[in-house]
């Protein structure tokens, strides 16, 4: 099973060989940044751990799944696409 760490550095990995998907990952990522981030350490705009526990399961079904890379990165294509 695939940790946070490792699909974090795969999905970095698929950004550098192709631009335009980590164009579309970076603006996903700041969608899905915690309201007020800047005011408490580590003052990096991340998701909130409660709202990506939801968010897998209702795409997964458990709180605790990490996503197969090529699903965040479908996603990420589909939510910036043009109309």
Not at 13 to 24: E, K, N
Request: no cysteine.
């Amino acid at each position: 099973m695939m940790g946070w760490t490792r699909l974090s550095l795969l999905l970095t990995l698929r950004a550098v060989r192709h631009p335009a998907t980590g164009v579309a990952l970076l603006r996903v990522a700041w969608r899905f940044r915690r309201r007020g981030w800047w005011r408490r350490a580590p003052f990096l705009p991340l998701p909130s751990r409660d709202y990506v526990r939801w968010r897998m399961h209702t795409a997964y079904g458990a709180d605790d799944v990490v996503p197969p890379v090529a699903d965040v990165e479908r996603y990420a294509r589909w939510a910036v696409r043009d109309p």
